[in-house]
Structures are given as C-alpha cells and as structure tokens.
C-alpha cells in the first residue's frame, strides 16, 4: 500500500525567506503526485500536480516542487514566502490507474513578519 | 472553484443518532469521493463512488454508508454517530484518474 510521509508538522520561517517542505512516498509503481494548500476553516485546494513530463512542476503563486523518482521525493519550495503563505499543506500520491489519494498527515507554514 | 457544495456545514448531534452528510456537484464528474480530516492523521479516504450506483469502501469505512442514486450527488450516512466520528468531513470530485481531486469547503461534525 502506498504512504507519504511529511516530516516535519510545522515549518516557522519569516516573511521573504526561502522554505521547503518536505514529501516522501513509498511506492514500487508509476505515480501521480499532488501538492494541496488548506487555509484556516477552508477545504483543500490544488497547489500543484505531477502527472509525467517534466520533472519540476510550477504553480502559479511562486511554488515549485521537483519529482525525484530515485529518492521518492516530490518537496515544495518557495525562494521567498509571503505571510499570506501561512497555511497547511498536504502532500498527496495515487496510483496511475485508478485515483485513489493518500495523504501525508499535513506541515503547517507559518510565516512571520 | 469547481461546484461543489457541501450541506450541512456544521452540525452537532447526539451520539447514537443517524447522521446523513450530503454532497452536491454540478461539474458531471463522475467520481466522487468522501475523506475525513483529523489532527495527526491528515485526510482519510472514508468510502469512494465511480459511478450512479458504484460505490467501494476506503481506508476508514467502519460505522459509514454512502449512496449515490445519481451523478451529482453523493450521500454519507452514519447509521449510529459514535463520539469517534467527530471530525470534518470533506467530499470530493475528479473527472478522471489522471484528473486531480476537487475538494468542497467541508462540513464539522460534532458527536456529543
């Protein structure tokens, strides 16, 4: 069965520094991965996703995150955060048939002036 | 955001009374998927839908029952609520499976 493993339960960092957040999966078999934002009293919404292609996926607020099949790693980054990043962020993995998510228990970034 | 609304947003009940969670979607997905969110645990696969009528059960299926008679909605029922069900419970859409899942704004669910 696939696991995702986020180390680290809570990121402090402050405003404009750089920060990685940190995904491990463990899986034998192809697989998407996926990077979810929740913020306070919200549902979850999509950072961003790997699919197949390139292995460094991009969002659009300044979010990267790189595919390493040999590490089984896909880590979040973000050269210079702002405080409305403050927020948890959910790795996720799923087969490529049939999507069934698994989550990593969550790292909560908090950003501070 | 894609239409997914989740009623009731919040509710609190007693223990031993049925629950019924709804989950509308206006996109014609055809999956449809119900999680729970607790402290620790990250988010939880409860039971899944792949089509009207088609339904299988996820990683925490004990104590839950869903249906889904139609496309755009997907129903999670606790036939008994147990102080253990308490959580926020999320539902969930894809169009397919290299689409990624859509999630609604939850509901909190409180069992006393």
Known sequence: AQSVTQLDSQVP?????PV?????????VS????????????GLQLLLKYLSGSTLVESI???????????????????????????EYFCAVSGTGFQKLVFGTGTRLLVSP | ???????????????GTPVTLRCHQTENHRYMYWYRQDPGH???????SYGV??????????????????????LLTLESATSSQTSVYFCA????????QHFGDGTRLSIL
């Open chain 2, 93 to 100: 859409i894809s169009g397919g499976a290299d689409q990624p």
């Open chain 2, 42 to 48: 990250g988010l939880r696969l409860i039971h899944y």
């Open chain 1, 13 to 17: 960092v402050f405003e404009e520094a």
């Open chain 2, 1 to 15: 955001d894609a239409g997914i609304t989740q009623s009731p947003r919040h509710k609190v009940t007693e223990t």
């Open chain 1, 31 to 42: 697989v998407y991965l996926f990077w979810y934002v929740q913020y306070p009293n919200q």
């Open chain 1, 61 to 87: 607020n300044g979010f990267e995150a790189e595919f390493n099949k040999s590490q089984t790693s896909f880590h979040l980054r973000k050269p210079s955060v702002h405080i409305s990043d403050t927020a």
């Open chain 2, 53 to 74: 009528k088609d339904t299988d059960k996820g990683e925490v299926s004990d104590g839950y029952s869903v249906s889904r008679s139609k496309t755009e909605d997907f």
């Open chain 1, 20 to 28: 990685e957040l940190r995904c491990n999966y463990s899986s034998s």
